[in-house]
């Protein structure tokens, strides 16, 4: 049933009625990407927005993916909110230099006093023998450093949410689209309200476990759990929605409530998904506190002798960390 | 000289304090309140100050590691920088940045990178901004020699020309990308030539003179805000200091061995170079040059004992000890 309220959309529809929204009412935002306005660029998911805004704010590009992010940076040190648009994220690898050691950090090195409000949206090319060049998930090299936000919408609904955050936020943001979230089709909003970062979504009640996912792991789990509830297992399924920040208080609460979780990546293990809600976990959970994770603050690098110190860990407080922990 | 004598003391005195700032941070280095990485200018100077002398308040500008001389002549309080250097929240970047990364948003300042290239790329978004903003208004990016070794400095300069964004690419060519010579590290060493085969207007300038650097800038920057094309001005000049480090390899500014440098045609202290000009040129400004010699680096050395008493205060109450000087400034 589709009311006038709603539209019946899939993930590149919705993440195209969500900029269109955006674009209208902040006249800040513009987009670019190589290739853009090709027609299917992108999975479709920038169809008709130089049609509406002009080619002046959705703009193709030559293929340099570091002087790129450059650009995004230098407008939006200048109050402008960019979008660049890149198919895939291995792309983005080229870019590192500006991403990591400029657009995250260009904040902090200025005491706070100037903002990126950058969005990078990035394609996965899950499927469909893309092979390893083009299927790259990468997402926890970002979601390592401070600075930066890392968006993995699950769904067309949450692809329109969470991209309006990104657009209005003022640091910057990348946004991970991957392809197996463009198949389905949702009711999204006529008008589309921004989904706050760091705050999960259940995607499913349950007890016994708990399913912590994120991007097109929280279909997956779901089937996953209705599966396993044949054989009598009740499986509560997360939809972590962001990276970073994580919402580390819902990780705790959950695992805690059903004491069981598996953890849905769309990565690789070694250092991901599964490491860092162990971490989360084994930190708090009053019964084990078997984990302490001794390092530097999470936010980048101050300059200053008195700021520096209290950066790094230091030997009194790690030592009064350790007693407290595990005593 | 083809400026007016305002102008032209203008220039000497925006490098005096340049210059005075970094021999200020040398005198006070080995009492290690200064806690961190110094690249200094000494030998640039006339870089820095004659192209942004021809620039407009309104004018942006992005800039290296070696960062002061651009931070001091767009106009970036003095005090503030002198504040930031110490670690204090009075800074201009709030002690976050440091030496390698000053910041005025009051001055149009941007901000530093001291991952190169990476002050190039961000100098043609802050181009499209100028363009976006429709205020005539350039973006300025500084880089050195060695970010021009990088393969994104050349992406930068290409999307600069292709989406026609007013920037103008300094390239300040000291020879010398930490101790390598550009000879061993590029087959071509004319950066113009590269900016050429790119579709960009380029120009060269010997940055002794600051009068010339201010001349080739004033040509270029013409062209960028009436076309709205970016442009290359590649100077050079000698560094007179170590890559990092609180090392000149001349001497601290002394009047009268000052006012004797000028006299020599060939010296490459572009500060002697500029008095030398004057003087030549404008003999009846004799006193205003002696007093810009003796007062600012007065008044800079009271800053230095106003911020590291400031240091002092604080530290009172942090108690950090001093750590070890560092056994190498090159690194």
Redesign the interface.
């Known amino acids: 049933m589709v009311s006038p309220d709603t539209l019946r959309v899939d993930y590149a529809g919705a993440v195209v009625h969500a900029l269109k929204q955006e674009m209208e009412r902040d006249t800040r935002v513009f987009v670019y990407g190589e290739g853009i306005n090709d027609t299917g660029a992108y999975l479709n998911s920038t169809d008709g927005i130089a049609a509406r805004f002009g080619e002046a704010r959705c703009f193709d590009v030559p293929n340099c993916e570091d002087a790129l992010v450059g650009l995004g940076i230098g407008s939006a040190l200048m109050g402008y909110r960019p979008v660049f648009v890149s198919l895939r994220v291995d792309f983005l690898m080229l870019a590192m230099n500006q991403i990591i050691n400029h657009a995250a950090r260009w904040p902090a090195m200025t005491g706070y006093q100037a903002s990126v409000p950058l969005t990078i949206r990035a394609l996965i090319g899950r499927g469909w023998g893309q092979a390893a060049q083009h299927s790259g998930a990468l997402y926890s090299m970002f979601a390592n450093v401070p600075g930066l936000e890392v968006v993995l919408p699950s769904s067309p609904l949450e692809g329109a949410g969470l991209l309006l955050t990104a657009l209005r936020s003022n640091l910057t943001t990348i946004v991970i689209d991957d392809r197996g979230v463009f198949a389905g089709a949702e009711d999204v909003p006529a008008v589309v309200e921004p989904i706050p970062f760091g705050e999960a979504r259940v995607a499913r009640a349950g007890t016994d476990v708990t399913f912590f996912a994120i991007s097109s792991m929280v279909s997956f789990a779901l089937r996953v759990a209705d599966q396993v509830a044949a054989s009598g297992i009740s499986a509560e399924v997360i939809d972590l929605r962001t990276a970073r920040p994580l919402d580390e208080e819902t990780i705790r609460s959950c695992a805690a409530r059903t004491g069981r979780v598996a953890v849905f990546d769309i990565g690789w293990p070694g250092f991901g998904l599964s490491a860092e809600v162990a971490r989360v976990i084994s930190e708090a959970s009053p019964l084990q506190r078997r984990l302490l994770s001794v390092h530097r603050k999470d936010e980048q690098t101050p300059s200053s002798a008195f700021l520096e110190d209290a950066h790094y860990p230091r030997l009194d407080d790690v030592a009064q960390q350790v007693e407290a922990h595990f005593s | 000289m083809d400026v007016t004598a305002e102008v032209a003391l203008e220039c000497l005195e925006r490098m005096v304090v340049i210059r005075a700032v970094e021999e200020g941070i040398c005198a006070e280095y080995s009492n290690r309140n200064i806690?961190?990485p110094v690249h200094l200018s000494i030998g640039q100077e006339a870089m820095a100050v004659g192209v942004l002398n021809v620039c407009r308040p309104e004018d942006?500008a992005?800039s290296t590691h070696r960062d002061h001389a651009h931070y001091l002549a767009k106009g970036g309080s003095v005090g503030a920088m002198i504040d930031?250097l110490y670690?204090?929240e009075s800074?201009c970047?709030?002690?976050?940045?440091?030496?390698?990364?000053l910041?005025s948003?009051e001055a149009n300042f941007?901000?530093a990178?001291a991952?190169l290239p990476?002050s190039?790329?961000?100098?043609?978004?802050?181009?499209?901004?100028?363009k976006?903003?429709g205020r005539r208004a350039v973006?300025v990016g500084f880089s050195g020699d060695g970010a021009s070794d990088e393969?994104?400095f050349f992406?930068?300069l290409?999307?600069a020309a292709?989406?026609k964004l007013p920037v103008l690419f300094v390239c300040e060519n000291n020879g010398l990308s930490t101790n390598t010579p550009l000879a061993a590290r590029q087959a071509q060493t004319d950066i113009s030539a590269k900016a050429r085969a790119f579709g960009l207007v380029a120009a060269n300038a010997d940055a002794v003179d600051v009068f010339a650097v201010r001349r080739a800038a004033a040509e270029v920057l013409d062209h960028v805000r009436s076309t709205s094309q970016p442009a290359v001005l590649a100077l050079t000049a000698d560094r007179l200091c170590a890559h990092v480090g609180p090392v000149s390899t001349i001497d601290p500014i002394d009047t009268g061995a000052m006012l004797a440098e000028a006299a020599n045609g060939a010296t490459r202290d572009p500060i002697a170079s500029c008095v030398g000009a004057i003087l030549r040129d404008e003999p009846q400004l004799r006193g205003e040059c002696i007093e810009i010699l003796e007062g600012v680096p007065t008044r800079i050395a009271a800053e230095f004992r106003r911020a590291n008493a400031a240091f002092e205060d604080?530290?009172a109450v942090?108690g950090?000890v001093a750590p070890p000087p560092p056994k190498s400034h090159t690194v």
């Open positions: 806690r961190g942006v992005v930031e670690g204090l800074g970047s709030r002690g976050y940045g440091g030496s390698m990364h910041f948003g941007m901000g990178s991952v990476g190039t790329p961000i100098a043609v978004g802050l181009g499209l901004g100028c976006l903003d973006a393969g994104s992406e930068a290409n999307l292709v989406l604080r530290n942090a950090l």
